[in-house]
Nanobody, 125 residues
Framework: QVSLVESGGGLVQAGDSLRLSCQASGRTASSYRMGWFRQAPGKEREFVAAISGGSNGNKYYGDSVKGRFTISRDGAKNTVYLQMNTLKPEDTAIYFC?????????????????WGQGTQVTVSS
């Protein structure tokens, strides 16, 4: 069993930055692929970023955040971060951390086995 707890959301203005954190606990959490998704009201859950497990550390991003968001992982702390720069009002959503052992189809929410409770990010114009 893996438990995920997100933090770092808040209300910011357009152009500002935020860093989200996802603290993972569980025996195999460090080897799992970790991902960030977001969901705005009335919209489907959208892939934001993912980082592969183990020592590989390959990173992947959704098209809407490429060049602005950076995912990283601190293995010692079992924590994954999402650095969000140049935030836009359309980035407003609940951001969820996800984890799972699968290595394929990282953009599909159902390919992740564990989810956090989400953290709200609101970007005002």
């Amino acid at each position: 069993q893996v438990s995920l707890v997100e933090s770092g959301g808040g209300l910011v203005q357009a152009g500002d930055s935020l860093r989200l954190s996802c603290q993972a606990s569980g025996r195999t959490a460090s080897s799992y692929r970790m991902g960030w998704f977001r969901q705005a009201p009335g919209k489907e859950r959208e892939f934001v970023a993912a980082i592969s497990g183990g020592s590989n550390g390959n990173k992947y991003y959704g098209d809407s955040v490429k060049g602005r968001f950076t995912i990283s992982r601190d293995g010692a702390k079992n924590t994954v971060y999402l650095q969000m720069n140049t935030l836009k009002p359309e980035d407003t959503a609940i951001y969820f951390c996800a984890a799972g052992p699968k290595s394929l189809h990282m953009k599909i929410p159902r390919m992740y086995d564990y989810w956090g409770q989400g953290t709200q990010v609101t970007v005002s114009s």
